[in-house]
């Protein structure tokens, strides 16, 4: 199964009963293996969860602890982005040259690095105290 199909099927169990925009997200672990979440509302809004931290959430939860591809997509007219949050929840995991491709249910595409996406992370490096 591609990234594209395994986005495209968690999509559908996406809980979207607000916005009606169910979003899907599918990543490759380092060890190969496959992790998928869909956005998840809540009737409080600030409360719901992205796609992409869902399926980190659910690599984390496998054991894993790397990104090495991730693939999003929405019924969208464009590629739809990973919200601010989520570039930083991926840049926890993935280095900064791992794409991030950016899909539509029609296939179309954007595909952008990490580094990419959020320039200027803030990472653990910053932590260190001298």
């Not at 998928?36 to 509302?41: F, K």
């Not at 090495?68 to 982005?81: F, I, K, M, N, R």
């Given at each position: 199964m591609t990234l594209f199909e395994a986005?495209?099927?968690?999509?559908?169990?996406?809980?979207?009963?607000?916005?009606?925009?169910?979003?899907?997200?599918?990543?490759?672990?380092?060890?190969?293996?496959i992790h998928?979440?869909?956005?998840?509302?809540n009737?409080?809004?600030?409360?719901?969860?992205?796609?992409?931290?869902?399926?980190?959430?659910?690599?984390?939860?496998?054991?894993?602890?790397?990104?090495?591809?991730?693939?999003?997509?929405?019924?969208?007219?464009?590629?739809?982005?990973?919200?601010?949050g989520c570039r930083q929840k991926i840049a926890e995991f993935a280095g900064p040259d791992v794409e991030v491709t950016m899909m539509a249910l029609d296939g179309s595409a954007q595909t952008l690095r990490v580094a990419d996406l959020l320039p200027g992370a803030f990472g653990a490096a910053h932590m260190e105290t001298g």
């Open positions: 986005a495209c099927s968690v999509r559908e169990k996406a809980y979207a009963p607000y916005s009606n925009f169910k979003v899907g997200a599918a990543l490759r672990a380092a060890s190969g293996r998928t979440g869909c956005n998840v509302e009737v409080a809004y600030p409360e719901g969860t992205c796609a992409e931290a869902g399926a980190i959430a659910a690599m984390c939860a496998a054991g894993d602890r790397e990104i090495t591809e991730l693939v999003v997509v929405a019924d969208s007219p464009t590629p739809v982005p990973p919200c601010g």
